[in-house]
């Protein structure tokens, strides 16, 4: 999501008719929105390689051997979408999960910088 010149101009001209001092608060917040756009292109490359990397079947697998989960998909019936779960069987399933995105991540990250040393 980028925010267009307008947006940025109406946010910095607002906060400045407020007071002089208000001025480092308006740079503050435009420096806020220039990077949460970064984030977001950052955040939307790296989604893409994990997707690309499979981290939704690592899931899959995880929620079939911890959570006897035959899928993650909604059925739109109550006896098939809820079950009662083990706390420990819950606490595996998310500890394995964590450390499947983290691994997930470095590898995206990887790849991501991989590709920019190529250009």
């Known amino acids: 999501m980028t925010y267009p010149?307008?947006?940025?101009a109406v946010v910095r001209d607002h906060l400045d008719c407020a007071c002089s001092?208000?001025?480092?608060?308006?740079?503050?917040?435009?420096?806020?929105?220039?990077?949460?756009e970064v984030l977001v292109s950052g955040l939307a490359s790296l989604q893409g390689?994990?997707?690309a990397?499979?981290?939704?079947?690592?899931?899959?697998?995880?929620?079939?051997?911890?959570?006897d989960l035959e899928t993650l998909e909604t059925r739109k019936?109550?006896?098939?979408d809820f079950r009662e779960q083990s706390v420990w069987s819950i606490k595996s399933a998310l500890e394995r999960a964590f450390y499947a995105g983290v691994a997930a991540g470095a590898k995206a990250q990887l790849e991501i910088?991989?590709?920019d040393g190529a250009r």
């Not at 001092?21 to 949460?36: M, P």
């Not at 990397?53 to 959570?67: V, Y």
């Open 5 to 8: 010149p307008s947006i940025r």
């Open 21 to 36: 001092a208000t001025q480092s608060k308006s740079e503050a917040l435009i420096g806020d929105l220039e990077a949460r």
């Open 49 to 51: 390689a994990i997707d």
């Open 53 to 67: 990397i499979g981290l939704e079947s690592e899931l899959r697998e995880i929620a079939r051997e911890e959570l």
């Open 77 to 80: 019936s109550d006896s098939l």
């Open 113 to 115: 910088a991989q590709k």
